[in-house]
T-cell receptor, first 110, second 113 residues
Framework: QKEVEQDPGPLSVPEGAIVSLNCTYSNSAFQYFMWYRQYSRKGPELLMYTYSSGNKEDGRFTAQVDKSSKYISLFIRDSQPSDSATYLCAGRWSARQLTFGSGTQLTVLP | KAGVTQTPRYLIKTRGQQVTLSCSPISGHRSVSWYQQTPGQGLQFLFEYFSETQRNKGNFPGRFSGRQFSNSRSEMNVSTLELGDSALYLC????????????FGQGTRLTVV
């Protein structure tokens, strides 16, 4: 079993929709949780990160972590075609490396 | 401010050969991590260097090695290439070791034939 599980999709939504991307993890030691966005032929770009449980909002993006259920979510409001990319969740504990999910491919249709 | 620079962008090598990839981190960043990305396995951690010392190592065979120079630039080397080594190799830099904010380069696409 992978430490971070993520539905690979693909996921297609119409422009303006609310997108919900989800991951589950098994490592209880994870303290930091990240969401990266990766466009085709590019490296991953850090969208946001949270520490422990709770919500964090940045513009149209909201990250949510529920440590009791080991569930990580990213919500995108008013989705745009430019949001079309692969979204990667990741967890980290202490001074260890990032452990990534396999990524969810999102397409926002104009 | 320049981002993370990886060279070369694309490489084609033959089985059995060796390859060296280079990563120049963001100016002022002292930590460099390397990841392998494949469609089947996703992003997998290779190793992290900080202040010229390897701090963490992933679960890869000894054919994969790396180093970091005093200017924080890093190289990774893969010897005796196998077909399964074909992947996108990504480098991430951060200010300090295991920093939450890691910035990735565009990667080197390695194809082994």
């Amino acid at each position: 079993q992978k430490e971070v599980e993520q539905d690979p999709g693909p996921l297609s939504v119409p422009e303006g929709a609310i997108v919900s991307l989800n991951c589950t993890y098994s490592n209880s030691a994870f303290q930091y949780f990240m969401w990266y966005r990766q466009y085709s032929r590019k490296g991953p770009e850090l969208l946001m990160y949270t520490y422990s449980s709770g919500n964090k909002e940045d513009g149209r993006f909201t990250a949510q972590v529920d440590k009791s259920s080991k569930y990580i979510s990213l919500f995108i409001r008013d989705s745009q075609p430019s949001d079309s990319a692969t979204y990667l969740c990741a967890g980290r504990w202490s001074a260890r490396q990032l452990t990534f999910g396999s990524g969810t491919q999102l397409t926002v249709l104009p | 401010k320049a981002g993370v620079t990886q060279t070369p962008r694309y490489l084609i090598k033959t089985r059995g050969q060796q390859v060296t990839l280079s990563c120049s981190p963001i100016s002022g960043h002292r930590s460099v991590s390397w990841y392998q990305q494949t469609p089947g396995q996703g992003l997998q951690f290779l190793f992290e260097y900080f202040s010229e010392t390897q701090r963490n190592k992933g679960n890869f065979p000894g054919r994969f090695s790396g180093r970091q120079f005093s200017n924080s630039r890093s190289e990774m080397n893969v010897s005796t290439l196998e077909l399964g080594d074909s992947a996108l190799y990504l480098c991430a830099s951060s200010l300090v070791e295991a920093n939450t904010e890691a910035f990735f380069g565009q990667g080197t696409r390695l194809t082994v034939v």
